[in-house]
């Protein structure tokens, strides 16, 4: 009996101990899921704010590139307006087209890197939705460690209830060894009986001893369990932090992309004054000619889309070209030619048809 009770005690000093070390644990692992879940939101609402800032700047961006493309197109109007009046001018619109092709290519830099960024902040989307379904995973885990808690605290409570009644045992034993001194004479087939139930009593609670043992055995085992699932959650965590690093660096990527676009526009708003330069030029330039071939209308270049002689529609590729004789718009195939006229000694563009007639009368009329 003296045994089974300092048995008893070390097991009431084991199981306080255990107690003990299961409250140290759970406390940890709420504390760091406290912290991680915290991380997790601010991260959150950074990346939903710029990604607001990066759509506004998409649609901005995309704006600003309608309008160079119209402003391009009138340019390109304008250019071919210049070309066919004067070489002079021709050589100043062909460095204005190169430039203007230069900015064209930059901006469609700029379109492809807009598309990375999208692309970039949809995978961040995707890693923040992974992310989310990772701590519904833990959350989910954290209420199965809280279930096995409660498990071990009521397997604790029935090995104090078993404690409590061996305890009695124990006290009804020793109230019977008394009684079995008083009364040895008298009671000698009555304390064999007795003998014989202390020592089915002594055997079931050596088979309790063993039972606890193996409970003993089996909370070490989810202790661990617990201990390997906290090292997943901080390397995890360490994850999560990697993936805000990245996050601060596209931020970045973002303002310096920002200063690109700043530096862009002034140089359009530069080529657009040096445009309207142009326009003026080429104004003074038509009042010249007009003035020169006596009031000749030229037709204008919004009123023709085809070439007069081959009807070929006009494009960036296919341009338009006034015939210094007739007024008309044909292309350059169809106005390659050059003679001089009255109104200007030098040779100028003439269209195949004027070409003709202005030869013929030269052969007829010699003199």
């Given at each position: 009996l003296a045994i089974a009770k300092n048995n008893i005690i070390k097991l009431q000093e084991e199981n306080q101990q255990l107690r003990s070390e299961n409250s140290l644990i759970l406390l940890k692992a709420q504390q760091h899921l406290e912290v991680t879940q915290g991380d997790v939101s601010v991260e959150r609402d950074t990346y939903k704010q710029s990604r607001q800032g990066l759509d506004e700047m998409y649609n901005e961006a995309r704006r600003q590139l309608k309008e160079e493309c119209q402003l391009r197109q009138d340019v390109e109007n304008e250019l071919v307006v210049q070309v066919s009046m004067k070489q002079e001018m021709e050589?100043?619109?062909?460095?204005?087209?190169?430039?203007?092709h230069e900015k064209q290519d930059t901006l469609i830099g700029l379109r492809q890197q807009l598309d990375e960024v999208k692309a970039i902040n949809v995978e961040m989307y995707q890693k923040m939705q992974s992310s989310d379904e990772g701590m519904k995973q833990k959350n989910d885990m954290i209420s199965r460690l809280e279930e096995k808690t409660n498990q071990i605290t009521a397997t604790m409570k029935q090995l104090e209830q078993r404690l409590q009644e061996a305890e009695r045992h124990r006290t009804s034993a020793e109230e019977g060894a008394r009684r079995f001194k008083l009364d040895f004479a008298n009671k000698a087939d009555s304390l064999q009986r007795q003998i014989e139930y202390k020592e089915r009593q002594l055997q079931q609670l050596e088979t309790d001893m063993k039972i606890e043992k193996e409970w003993r055995q089996t909370l070490q085992n989810d202790l661990e369990r617990e201990r390997d699932t906290v090292a997943q959650l901080s390397a995890e965590a360490l994850q999560i932090n990697g993936l805000k690093k990245e996050f601060h660096r596209l931020h970045d990527e973002n303002i310096q992309l920002?200063?690109?676009?700043?530096?862009?526009?002034?140089?359009?708003?530069?080529?657009?004054?040096?445009?309207?330069?142009?326009?003026?030029?080429?104004?003074?330039?038509?009042?010249?000619?007009?003035?020169?071939?006596?009031?000749?209308?030229?037709?204008?270049?919004?009123?023709?889309?085809?070439?007069?002689?081959?009807?070929?529609?006009?494009?960036?590729?296919?341009?338009?070209?006034?015939?210094?004789?007739?007024?008309?718009?044909?292309?350059?195939?169809?106005?390659?030619?050059?003679?001089?006229?009255?109104?200007?000694?030098?040779?100028?563009?003439?269209?195949?048809?004027?070409?003709?007639?202005?030869?013929?009368?030269?052969?007829?009329?010699?003199?």
């Amino acid at each position: 009996l003296a045994i089974a009770k300092n048995n008893i005690i070390k097991l009431q000093e084991e199981n306080q101990q255990l107690r003990s070390e299961n409250s140290l644990i759970l406390l940890k692992a709420q504390q760091h899921l406290e912290v991680t879940q915290g991380d997790v939101s601010v991260e959150r609402d950074t990346y939903k704010q710029s990604r607001q800032g990066l759509d506004e700047m998409y649609n901005e961006a995309r704006r600003q590139l309608k309008e160079e493309c119209q402003l391009r197109q009138d340019v390109e109007n304008e250019l071919v307006v210049q070309v066919s009046m004067k070489q002079e001018m021709e050589l100043a619109m062909k460095l204005l087209e190169k430039d203007i092709h230069e900015k064209q290519d930059t901006l469609i830099g700029l379109r492809q890197q807009l598309d990375e960024v999208k692309a970039i902040n949809v995978e961040m989307y995707q890693k923040m939705q992974s992310s989310d379904e990772g701590m519904k995973q833990k959350n989910d885990m954290i209420s199965r460690l809280e279930e096995k808690t409660n498990q071990i605290t009521a397997t604790m409570k029935q090995l104090e209830q078993r404690l409590q009644e061996a305890e009695r045992h124990r006290t009804s034993a020793e109230e019977g060894a008394r009684r079995f001194k008083l009364d040895f004479a008298n009671k000698a087939d009555s304390l064999q009986r007795q003998i014989e139930y202390k020592e089915r009593q002594l055997q079931q609670l050596e088979t309790d001893m063993k039972i606890e043992k193996e409970w003993r055995q089996t909370l070490q085992n989810d202790l661990e369990r617990e201990r390997d699932t906290v090292a997943q959650l901080s390397a995890e965590a360490l994850q999560i932090n990697g993936l805000k690093k990245e996050f601060h660096r596209l931020h970045d990527e973002n303002i310096q992309l920002k200063t690109i676009c700043e530096d862009q526009e002034q140089a359009l708003e530069e080529l657009g004054s040096k445009l309207s330069e142009s326009k003026m030029k080429i104004e003074d330039i038509k009042e010249a000619n007009k003035a020169l071939q006596g009031g000749q209308v030229w037709l204008k270049d919004k009123e023709a889309s085809h070439c007069k002689l081959c009807e070929k529609e006009f494009s960036i590729s296919r341009r338009k070209h006034h015939c210094r004789n007739c007024g008309e718009i044909f292309c350059n195939s169809c106005s390659d030619n050059e003679l001089p006229l009255p109104a200007s000694p030098k040779p100028v563009r003439v269209c195949d048809t004027c070409h003709a007639l202005l030869l013929q009368r030269c052969s007829s009329n010699p003199t």
